[in-house]
């Protein structure tokens, strides 16, 4: 049965009707797979709830990608944040944290979790994408670094370091979980990059130019995607 949003999206949105072949998903990797049997309103007038039933024919499991990325990104403004999830999703980002850093502008919360979570679904669902991804907002870096277990880089206008493809080839091909942190279009602070060398990560470059945070933690997740892909 859906209900609610589901309903409508199912019913008005993609103009579906009895008999038409329908997919379902959880965003815990299963799909399933069967035909709209009809919808009937509930209640009464303009607000009145659609319901939509789906025979389900069968069930496929979608096992967890070999390999996960997490952002650990700064809060950006308002539609900026909103593309930044919707895109991250499209290119399998696993983990979208957003962290409070020492140049931080736009401070985020649990109401950002919330409303990125339902821009993550929508993407999922246009992109066919069978896990949903963990969205959290508004921790610290250092917490986020004390959690951290996998491989770690930060990306900073260093011209010593390495850029992330090379990183990627070089040392990242064994790294089944990478967690990248992009910080504010201020930069990251001295003492957050002594921090992330500190719980063993590495300083790397994703262009020459300075990004806004929406783009380099797209240009991250694009980069990563595309060698992930080739290996």
Do not use: Y
């Not at 579906?16 to 007038?45: E, I, K, P, Y």
């Not at 991250?88 to 979790?113: D, I, M, N, W, Y």
């Not at 990183?167 to 910080?183: E, M």
């Amino acid at each position: 049965m859906l209900d609610g949003a589901e309903a409508e999206h199912a019913l008005k949105s993609l103009r579906l009707s009895a008999g038409d072949a329908t997919t379902l998903f959880d965003g815990r990797g299963h799909v399933g797979h069967g035909t709209l049997r009809g919808d009937a309103a509930t209640g009464r007038g303009r607000k009145a709830a659609r319901q939509a039933i789906v025979n389900i024919d069968a069930i496929d499991a979608v096992p967890l990608p070999a390999r996960t990325l997490t952002l650990i990104v700064a809060g950006c403004k308002g539609a900026r944040l909103e593309w930044l999830a919707e895109k991250a999703t499209e290119l399998g980002v696993t983990r979208l944290v957003l962290a409070e850093f020492e140049h931080s502008v736009v401070h985020t919360g649990a109401a950002h979790a919330t409303r990125l979570g339902r821009t993550a679904l929508a993407a999922c669902k246009q992109c066919r994408r069978a896990w949903l991804p963990e969205i959290t907002a508004g921790v610290t870096l250092a917490d986020v670094l004390a959690a951290q277990r996998g491989a770690l880089v930060a990306a900073h206008l260093d011209g010593s370091a390495l850029t992330f493809v090379q990183w990627l080839v070089t040392r990242g091909r064994a790294a089944a979980d990478l967690a990248v942190v992009i910080g504010p279009e201020g930069g990251l602070a001295a003492v957050e990059v002594a921090a992330v060398r500190a719980a063993g990560g590495e300083i790397v470059r994703l262009t020459e130019h300075v990004l806004r945070v929406e783009t380099a933690a797209l240009a991250a997740a694009a980069q990563w995607a595309g060698v992930t892909l080739a290996s």
